[in-house]
């Protein structure tokens, strides 16, 4: 017999779920939380209440698993200082361009510069991937912004423009953005217009689009950060990052064992911005798949960054941990890691990660060390 909606939401904290209605895409993905699609990433909203339980203005939160900073940004919108740690480099690039502070008359007059450009003729021979995966015209194109990205001071950002704008110039379908298996290179019908569809065959409306985007949205940033308040981001593995300081606590939302390959999702940022590829460092990826020797090497991972990455908080720091542990691993990987826990708040998960059926929850796993 299928569960109330009573007792289904009977555990819930609902100071920690929200609706469409309530929390509609434009809320959960505003300022620069959408510079770049990230897949699994939790909401700003979630991070925003937790930290105010759990951490005050001015203590310095750590991040392990940073992803795509989502614990950075509203840690600056908090007034709390942070630093993130992820092994993926375009996670880093991305976070690092979401929470730098700019001089902003330099990164308007830059972009608009960059976005008067978008057009010219550009040298570079396409990879094996660039000729597969894009049509012609917009090879040359992305090839051409690539090559002027260096003639100036934030290219950085330019390189996210560069990497939005390559993922919505693939030549994949326009509902299937986060998996794209094969090229399509025939027109299809397409079930999010409900309409026959044709393959991008340029990429320049995506380069001035996003480019004037990413202006706005961190022009908005900068609007609301707090003053004074600043984020680090490691390029490194957590598991062996030797750390310089001390963190009030800690706020991550670690991998889920075979359900994503951090690198793989972002492929066109690495090849067009030629980063350096560590995906055999990562812990849970989707290759790896969800055998019993998978789902251990997985743990062992999460153990050994949860222990490295406690040994730099200060005594009685929290340790929050947002998971979907349907596995029930959790209680061996914090007891391992010389975790205790305090609470466990269960929270709905509304459309975490693209399109999903049915309901979805998650926890929030409140620790300290022994």
């Known amino acids: 017999m299928a569960p109330t909606q009573e007792a289904l939401y009977a555990g819930i904290d609902l100071a920690l779920s929200w609706s469409e209605r309530d929390l509609p895409e434009r809320e959960r993905t505003r300022h620069v939380h959408r510079l770049h699609p990230y897949l699994g990433k939790f909401i700003p909203q979630l991070v925003e209440i937790l930290l105010s339980r759990y951490f005050k203005a001015g203590e310095h939160v750590l991040d392990p698993f940073a992803g795509s900073g ?30 730098r502070q700019y001089n902003p008359f330099v990164l308007e007059r830059e972009l608009r510069a960059a976005h008067s450009r978008i057009g010219e003729r550009g040298a570079g021979r396409p990879s094996a991937f660039v000729r597969r995966w894009y049509a012609p015209q917009a090879a040359r194109e992305l090839l051409a912004f690539r090559a002027l990205v260096d003639d100036y001071e934030h290219a950085d950002v330019l390189r996210v423009v560069l990497a939005r704008a390559a993922r919505s110039a693939r030549r994949t379908t326009h ?31 995506f380069l001035r689009r996003y480019t004037l985007d990413t202006l706005a949205r961190l022009k908005a940033f900068a609007n609301v950060r707090a003053r004074g308040r600043t984020a680090s981001v490691i390029h490194g593995d957590v598991r062996v990052e030797p750390f310089a300081q001390l963190f009030d606590g800690m706020l991550t939302s670690p991998p889920y064992p075979g359900l994503i390959d951090y690198h793989e999702q972002h492929r066109y940022a690495y090849e067009l911005l030629t980063l350096d590829d560590r995906r055999e460092l990562e812990v849970g990826a989707a290759a790896a798949g969800t055998s019993r020797a998978a789902l251990a090497a997985y743990s062992d991972g999460i153990v050994a960054a949860l222990e490295n990455a406690v040994a730099s908080l200060r005594p009685g720091g929290p340790v929050l941990i947002v998971v979907n542990d349907r596995r029930d691993l959790y209680p061996e990987i914090l007891e391992r890691a010389g975790l205790r826990l305090e609470e466990r708040l269960r929270r709905h998960v509304n459309r975490r990660t693209g399109r999903r059926a049915g309901e979805y929850f998650e926890d929030v796993l409140v620790a300290r060390a022994r």
């Open 70 to 99: 989502t614990t950075l940004v509203q840690a600056l919108e908090s007034g709390l200082d942070a630093t993130g740690v992820d092994v993926a480099a375009f996670n880093c690039l991305l976070m690092g361009v979401k929470t």
């Open 175 to 205: 509902f299937d953005l986060d998996f794209p298996r094969e090229p399509q290179l025939e027109p299809y019908w397409c079930h999010k217009h409900r309409r026959e569809c044709r393959p991008v065959e340029t990429a320049a409306q």
